[in-house]
């Protein structure tokens, strides 16, 4: 029902014939707006179908970072793509995989947007997902007995059900955003609408890899890629549903430690009692690093953290469903770090990612184990850093009594000394965090309101890591990341899926922030 249809205006016996008129017209405009905005947000029947084909080929194309051959074919789908869209392509070359790059001026006096996504996905298991081939993209319905049911193997006829599903490797993670991206383009062309900026694409081939040489390219192509803003469509969105922004994300340093027993594997019977088990001095060195609440006890761990007022307001407002969060991770009492799940991301993490010794299960020794390698991650946070943390760590193993060494122990080392352990690491990401308030959170925040009528949620630092850092410390620019897929989504798992309403309603997201002007105070 049209907006004037809700008043009598003959009952409004204060306004003249000539203003009763003026305000009918005033409240059809008015109507006539929001139900272009209605309608932009819901696309036909044939676009939808037009979108959905367009994923479907990209995810068909294998994404391992790992070959080469499977970058090349992406590169080439790319390039047709954005090619069609008026696009400038380049490959920026690296010591690795090749990044691809795509650039439109629009107007030279507008300001400039650089997208920042990934289409290398992680490795994939074919025998743990419940597909042939995980890059052949399945179609399936949840049953009411909550299972998912095969819809098709090809693209589905419209209309469609907003919670049906795309299954295959990077559905989500991060192949989805960049076409929603390429359709949002696709529907202004066909308007024959022009974005309210100049455009810059760059897409990482080595995303899942660490982005191990995206500084080097940063630093060889500043020029080219030089902009205002930096936009990065990664990531899941609120629980919530609503439209998200996240203003940062933290880094991420590993460690590798090695701790011996004797020079090589004994017989449990002949020396057990005897030489020392490197698994019981593992967990006697891990014991000493978190509390029973799982607060780091390493000196220094979290000195340099303070959650002030303004931080612990912005916090607040996300509208986390503790209960459900762990429901849906499986475990009944969080540590402690933090009084909230948003708090802990404030804070640097220490992880026991993975430990190996001897032999388990049919396979399982009587042994003594030689070593006990210990793999661990470190989450950082803007106000520390992975080398500070690093050294932390260090001090801290050294004063439990092992010797720490820079390579394995020799014979003649393990003879001389009690408790060699063998010590690397690597920074791999650095953190960064945007100021809420800045231009460009503003911007993002208006044009997520103005798409889909729905409060936005605002997180001030996410968990996971990025190599946003490299970008935005070279070219100098703000950043903020628009996550658009589902969170339940089994990103670098089996069965890793999109859900087909965030693939419209991501098209939609990104058409409206392409189409808002940045203002700037």
């Known amino acids: 029902m049209l907006l004037y249809h809700m008043i009598n205006l ?18 059809v405009i008015i109507q006539a707006v929001n139900i272009i905005e209605l309608d932009a947000q819901n696309l036909n029947q044939s676009d939808q179908e037009s979108h959905l084909i367009l994923l479907d080929s990209f995810l068909s194309i294998p994404n391992n970072g790992q070959y080469l051959d499977h970058i090349e074919q992406n590169i080439d789908w790319l390039s047709e793509e954005f090619k069609n869209l008026g696009f400038t392509i380049h490959l920026l070359e690296s010591k690795g995989n090749p990044l691809f790059y795509a650039e ?29 081939n995980p890059y052949d993209p399945v179609y399936k319905r949840k049953s009411e007995s909550g299972n998912w049911q095969l819809i098709s193997n ?22 989805g955003p960049i076409v929603m991206l390429l359709a949002a383009l696709h529907e202004i062309e066909n308007e024959l609408l022009t974005p309210k900026f100049n455009i810059k694409v760059i897409l990482d081939s080595e995303e899942e890899l660490g982005s191990p040489n995206l500084l080097d390219v940063v630093q060889s192509y500043n020029t080219m890629l030089k902009s205002d803003y930096l936009v990065v469509a990664d990531g899941p969105m609120h629980d919530s549903g609503n439209p998200t922004l ?8 590993t460690i590798s430690m090695e701790i011996y027993g004797p020079n090589f594997s004994q017989h449990s019977g002949h020396y057990g009692n005897y030489a020392p088990n490197p698994v019981f ?19 220094g761990f979290y ?30 009492i969080p540590e402690k770090v933090g009084s909230n799940y948003q708090e802990a991301m404030q804070y640097p993490s220490l992880n026991v990612r993975g430990i190996r010794a001897g032999w388990v299960g049919s396979e399982a020794r009587t042994i003594v184990p030689d070593k006990v390698t210990i793999e661990m991650d470190i989450r950082t946070v803007p106000e520390t850093d992975g080398e500070s943390l690093v050294n932390h760590v260090k001090t801290h193993v050294s004063d439990q009594g092992f010797t720490i060494l820079n390579k394995p122990p020799s014979l003649h080392q393990m003879l001389e000394i009690e408790k060699p352990l063998f010590f690397k690491y690597k920074v791999l990401m650095y953190p960064f965090r945007t100021q809420m308030d800045s231009d460009l959170g503003h911007w993002l925040s208006e044009s997520l309101q103005k798409a889909h009528q729905k409060e936005v949620i605002k997180i001030r630092i996410s968990g996971g890591s990025l190599p946003l850092s490299f970008i935005i410390n ?48």
């Open 303 to 332: 000195d340099n953290v303070r959650l002030g007022k303004v931080a612990l307001m912005e916090l607040s407002k996300v509208p986390d469903k503790e209960e459900d969060i762990r429901n849906r991770a499986g475990f009944a």
């Open 154 to 175: 090809d693209v589905p006829k419209p209309p469609y059900n907003e919670n049906w599903r795309v299954f295959a490797r990077s559905a989500s993670d991060d192949k």
């Open 281 to 299: 001095r593992a967990a006697n060195l891990l014991s000493t690093m978190k509390d029973a609440n799982g607060r780091v006890i390493i000196p």
């Open 104 to 132: 439109r001026k629009f107007n030279q006096n507008l300001p400039t947007v650089l997208f920042y996504m990934h289409f290398d996905g992680q490795p994939v298991d074919s025998t743990q997902w419940d597909q042939k």
């Open 10 to 27: 003959n009952d409004v016996i204060f306004l003249t014939k000539n203003e009763k008129m003026r305000v009918l017209i005033i409240f």
């Open 474 to 521: 070279e070219l100098e620019i703000p950043a903020v990341l628009v996550p658009l897929v589902n969170p339940d989504n089994n990103q670098h798992s089996p069965n890793e899926n999109l859900r087909i309403g965030n693939y419209f309603d991501g098209i939609h997201s990104l058409k409206t922030i392409l189409l808002n002007p940045i203002i700037i105070d």
């Open 246 to 253: 996240k203003f940062g994300n933290r880094g991420i340093t």
